[in-house]
């Protein structure tokens, strides 16, 4: 069974950077997609980002296309989700999910807890 923990939220002004990490307990981190989704209060979740098993193929929502960067490291077992640039209507939890190379979340089978990002205007 996966699991998958994130961490690196926090409270940021508009205009600032955090990176956000993705922690998975798992041998075969490498054979999975990696995704990050975000979910504000009110709204559905919604797709961020998602990098393919290699780490070579990325996909961006255009909302954050040219501000976030998705990346991964197989031998650490980790994903990264790093954000410049950050606007209010970027608050959200943000959640990663391991599963296929797609931007639906029903493609992917194991999610971490999320974290909290909050950008003050």
């Known amino acids: 069974q996966v699991q998958l923990v994130e961490s690196g939220g926090g409270l940021v002004q508009a205009g600032g950077s955090l990176r956000l990490s993705c922690a998975a307990s798992i041998r075969t981190f490498s054979s999975y997609a990696l995704g990050w989704f975000r979910q504000a209060p009110g709204k559905e979740r919604e797709f961020v980002a998602t990098?393919?098993?290699?780490?070579?193929?990325?996909d961006y929502a255009d909302s954050v296309k040219g501000r976030f960067t998705i990346s991964r490291d197989n031998a650490k077992n980790t994903g990264y989700l790093q954000m410049h640039n950050l606007k209010p209507e970027d608050t959200a939890v943000y959640y990663c999910?391991?599963?296929?190379?797609?931007?639906?979340?029903?493609?992917?089978?194991?999610w971490g807890q999320g974290t909290q990002v909050t950008v003050s205007s």
């Open positions: 990098i393919n098993w290699s780490g070579v193929s990325t």
């Open positions: 999910a391991a599963g296929a190379y797609r931007r639906a979340s029903e493609s992917y089978g194991a």
